[in-house]
């Protein structure tokens, strides 16, 4: 029939409520204290999905074929632009 979705199955649609899960019940970024600058965000620790999203919040362009690695460091970057003084 035309416009029914299929069944996703019992796998895909348990790894779909734990996403759901960890989406609801994630904590908001946390500054770390054991840093050399205590306000960076722990971005290490977010998945490369929230780090896309955050990156996309920040207009950071070529984010879609960025490594979890360079997410972070464009979101650092970025952040530490933005916590500079403007003239």
């Known amino acids: 029939m035309a416009g ?6 019992p796998r895909t649609a ?3 409520r734990e996403a759901s899960e960890r ?6 970024p946390t500054a770390t ?3 050399a600058d205590a306000g960076q965000t722990d971005y290490e620790t977010w998945t490369t999905a929230r780090l896309r999203r955050r990156a996309a ?3 950071i362009d070529g ?6 690695t360079e997410l972070v ?5 970025a952040q530490h632009l933005a916590e500079q003084p403007r003239p």
Do not use: F, I
């Open 63 to 68: 984010r879609a074929t960025m490594s979890k």
């Open 23 to 28: 989406a609801t019940t994630s904590d908001p």
């Open 33 to 35: 204290t054991d840093r």
């Open 14 to 16: 348990a790894r779909l």
């Open 4 to 9: 029914r979705m299929r069944d996703p199955g």
């Open 73 to 77: 460091e464009a979101l650092v970057s």
């Open 57 to 59: 919040e920040l207009r």
